[in-house]
């Protein structure tokens, strides 16, 4: 073999060693009666406005963390890099396009709007390039004939969210449809009641300008969770629209009662159904969680006779958790039903959703 050949075959191997160490952060979420719990990221920018990434490079880090699917969302009106890159929205979408397709990311053709403190992000845009021109009533305007879904972006970006003037009356023209409750590492708490009393839907995302992860590695990428029919652009849209969505950030997760409570109860099994154990001593019940999202446990109800050493129940783990049999523990098989508060599942901020466990224990 001659040097320059030998030279290909070794920077070849070296390429296709590169390539194979490409690696993807399985979030395992199992279907919530009967969705698919898709992980999104609806917000987040390019060199084509004022981020610091190509656009492709948003799906490589995409499909490292583990996402289904994301939006380009970069600003209609702030092109801090206009002299070295030429404006066009369209063009993060495209480019972005053919990665997404093949890594099997789902890419929403998505526009910020943004007009002074007041951001919102319009998703399945017909044309993202038609925006800039206009004032911001206008530009939803605009939004809602293109069938956009719009959401209220970072609601308390520089202070605290209030219900202002424009956003009533975008509200009261049925403008937008959700708001961003958690936006980077920030959940807008005073925010949330709106949800409820303005019947919004939910949405959690990085607003992400510099490379991933957030330029620090310890820092989590804030999650939408959508549950939807079917794993597709137009399966996020019917969920979103439906109001099927909810947040996650690190251990936290935000969203209706019937869908979080049902992540944990699809998530969350005993290994066994049955426990046996001697009166005065401890057992072990052991709980695997087939998700990615942990579960912060404690106890609100329980058999008198018995001691259960709540704890957190890890991601895609199984996690043993002590039971103690206290002495005076009637001997038999009984149905015992935990109640459980799980503390890291909101259905606002501070407010908790309560679970049962079911399982058979005999006592000897
Ligand atoms: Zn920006
Ligand atoms: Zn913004």
């Avoid at 719990?37 to 499909?63: I, N, Q, Y």
């Avoid at 620090?216 to 990428?221: A, C, V």
């Avoid at 046996?276 to 609100?300: C, D, H, W, Y």
Wanted: hydrophobic residues 45%; aromatic residues 8%.
């Amino acid at each position: 073999m001659n040097l320059l050949k030998r030279t290909f075959v070794i920077l070849t191997f070296l390429l296709i060693g590169v390539a194979a160490a490409q690696v993807r952060i399985p979030l395992d979420i199992p279907d919530v009666s009967g969705y698919k719990v898709l992980k999104c990221d609806l917000h987040m920018h390019t060199v084509f406005s004022d981020g610091e990434v190509w656009p492709s490079v948003r799906v490589r880090e995409a499909w490292t963390e583990g996402l289904d699917a994301i939006a380009i969302t970069d600003h209609d009106k702030y092109h801090p890099h206009r002299d070295d890159v030429k404006v066009d929205l369209w063009r993060p979408y495209k480019i972005a396009l053919p990665l997404a397709e093949d890594t099997g990311i789902l890419l929403v053709p998505g526009v910020e709007i943004t007009r002074g403190n007041l951001h919102f992000n319009a998703l399945f845009v017909k044309d993202p390039t038609v925006f800039g021109e206009l004032e911001l009533l206008p530009a939803l305007r605009k939004a809602r004939e293109q069938d956009a879904f719009v959401f209220w972006n970072h609601p308390g970006w520089r202070g605290t969210a209030e219900w202002w003037p424009p956003i009533a009356e975008a509200y009261g023209e049925g403008l937008f449809q959700a708001i961003e409750v958690v936006n980077g590492t920030t959940c807008y708490a005073e925010s949330y009641p709106w949800v409820g009393e303005k019947k919004l839907g939910i949405v959690a995302d990085s607003d992400i300008h510099v490379p991933a992860p957030l330029g620090q590695p310890d820092r989590e990428r804030p999650i939408t969770l959508v549950f939807a029919r079917q794993a597709s652009v137009e399966g996020i849209r019917e969920a979103l629209f439906a109001k099927r969505s909810a947040a996650w950030l690190g251990e936290d997760v935000w969203g209706p009662e019937a869908l979080v409570t049902g992540l944990w109860r699809a998530s969350v099994k005993p290994t066994a159904s049955e426990i046996t154990a001697t009166a005065g001593r401890r057992a072990g019940l052991q709980l695997r969680n087939s998700s990615a999202i942990p579960f912060e446990m404690k106890v609100l109800k329980q058999p008198e006779w018995m001691r259960v050493r709540a704890r957190e129940v890890a991601p895609q783990r199984i996690t043993g958790v002590f039971v103690d049999i206290l002495k005076d523990a009637p001997k038999g098989t009984h149905e015992v039903e935990l109640e459980l508060e799980i503390t890291n599942l909101h259905t606002a901020p501070h407010k908790n959703v309560t679970v049962t466990l079911p399982f058979t224990a005999t006592v000897k």
